[in-house]
């Protein structure tokens, strides 16, 4: 089973702190999506990547940048973290021709 | 931009009750795919739907993808109370660049009381 990892389960930050949210996944997909989870909007994509070093742009890019130095890992950085980025945040991969996504057990941050 | 919507938003039903929740896409959908997420857990793969009309079934689960590949419908017959969860449709728009991107509707949560 293709497993991903997040490496962070709850986090609590401050306003204005960096903060780095890491995934992993062990099935050497090229594609791997950052998403958050908020009630009543469901998932919105953020960033994702489909090799090493490349990113796009999701839908809700604002806030957020992302880092793929190697194809296993993913991260999430948000630069100075607000109030308003308070969420569950969702990694997931898929191998390339599949539309399946595998989703990380996700990462809960509140930013106070 | 496209969007799917999902109603309803949440449902609460008596265990043994039938159970509808249904997708509409603003735009053609090349597939569309239904996730379960349980209570703290993390969205799970269900099923994912391809030709138009199609209707697949998993056990007590009904799956319906519209003849104009624009809407689908999960439907679960005589719940249990291991059905309870957020359920997600999640649709791939027919011209959607160069990736397969999936727009996701925003869940209808289940509650299935006993």
């Known amino acids: 089973d293709v497993k991903v990892t997040q490496s962070s389960r709850y986090l609590v930050k401050r306003t204005g702190e960096k903060v780095f949210l890491e995934c992993v996944q062990d099935?050497?997909?090229?594609?791997m999506f950052w998403y958050r989870q908020d009630p009543g909007l469901g998932l919105r994509l953020i960033y994702f990547s489909y090799d090493v070093k490349m990113k796009e742009k999701g839908d809700i890019p604002e806030g957020y940048s992302v880092s793929r130095e190697k194809k296993e890992r993913f991260s999430l950085i948000l630069e100075s973290a607000s109030t308003n980025q308070t969420s569950m945040y969702l990694c997931a991969s898929k191998p390339p021709g599949a539309n399946v996504l595998t989703f990380g057990a996700g990462s809960r941050l509140t930013v106070l | 931009g496209q969007q799917v919507m999902q109603i309803p938003q949440y449902q609460h039903v008596q265990e043994g009750e039938d159970f509808t929740t249904y997708c509409n896409s603003s735009t053609t959908l090349s597939n569309i795919q239904w996730y379960k997420q349980r209570p703290g857990g993390h969205p799970v793969f269900l099923i994912q739907?391809?030709?138009?009309?199609e209707v697949k079934k998993q056990k007590r689960l009904t799956f319906q993808f519209g003849e104009a590949k624009k809407n689908s419908s999960l439907h679960i017959t005589a719940t249990q109370t291991t059905d309870v969860g957020t359920y997600f449709c999640?649709?791939?728009?027919?011209?959607?660049?160069?990736?397969?991107?999936?727009?996701f509707g925003a869940g209808t949560r289940l509650a299935v009381h006993p």
């Open positions: 999640a649709g791939a728009p027919m011209f959607s660049g160069g990736y397969n991107k999936l727009i």
């Open positions: 739907l391809v030709k138009s009309g």
């Open positions: 099935m050497d997909h090229e594609n």
